[in-house]
């Protein structure tokens, strides 16, 4: 059964703390993106990226950064906190060509206080 | 910017009924289309693809009009289990990232 892993559920950080979110896929697939859901604003793309070490930026970067050292893993990184960074955070992989059929995790609640 | 709107609902529906959601994007250089569905606490998952000429999977049938720029989705008999969140997605091409709506909500009542 293919699975996105996202490494915490629920998190509740302090404004300014370095968070990491962790996403690992188990279907060699080339493509992995993170989102935001935020009520009333649907799905937001922040990063995402083609292949190992490349990254692009998407529609709310500011104040994201991403790493993709292994093919597998893709990591969100936020440097510093704030409370507007309270959310839902949903991790998705893809096969490179096959666009349309994502595959996402059970997202990551975080929680800035 | 590219966009994709959908009416956010709720609609309420009882039973049995048949109902039909919209969706219209912006972008004309748009190649595919998809149906997501997002159950309340739970990650999207993909419902259907839409094809050109129209698509049915049971109860549920895809509908694309490139011209006016807008896609469909109908749920014929229509179950408690279809209460959900429909998200509408496009892209422009195979590797290019989707773009959602922000996603209609349907609740099924017995």
């Known amino acids: 059964d293919v699975k996105v892993t996202q490494s915490s559920r629920y998190l509740v950080k302090r404004t300014g703390e370095k968070v990491f979110l962790e996403c690992v896929q188990d279907?060699?697939?080339?493509?992995m993106f993170w989102y935001r859901q935020d009520p009333g604003l649907g799905l937001r793309l922040i990063y995402f990226?083609?292949?190992?070490?490349?990254?692009e930026k998407g529609d709310i970067p500011e104040g994201y950064s991403v790493s993709r050292e292994k093919k597998e893993r893709f990591s969100l990184i936020l440097e510093s906190a704030s409370t507007n960074q309270t959310s839902m955070y949903l991790c998705?992989?893809?096969?490179?060509?096959?666009?349309?059929?994502?595959?996402f995790g059970e997202g990551s609640r975080l929680t800035v206080l | 910017r590219k966009e994709v709107e959908q009416d956010p609902g709720p609609f309420n529906v009882p039973e049995g009924a048949t109902v039909a959601f919209n969706c219209t994007y912006s972008?004309?250089?748009?190649?595919?289309f998809f149906w997501y569905r997002q159950d309340c606490r739970k990650e999207p998952k993909l419902l259907m693809s839409?094809?050109?000429s129209g698509n049915e999977d049971g109860r549920f049938t895809a509908q694309l009009n490139r011209a006016s720029q807008y896609i469909s989705l109908l749920i014929r008999d229509s179950k408690l289990s279809d209460s959900a969140t429909y998200l509408c997605?496009?892209?422009?091409?195979?590797?290019?990232?989707?773009?959602f709506g922000k996603g209609t909500r349907l609740s099924v009542i017995a």
């Open positions: 972008n004309s250089a748009s190649q595919s």
């Open positions: 839409v094809y050109s």
């Open positions: 997605v496009v892209t422009d091409s195979g590797n290019t990232p989707l773009v």
């Open positions: 990226s083609y292949d190992v070490k490349m990254k």
């Open positions: 279907m060699d697939h080339e493509n």
């Open positions: 998705a992989s893809s096969s490179a060509g096959q666009g349309g059929e994502l595959f």
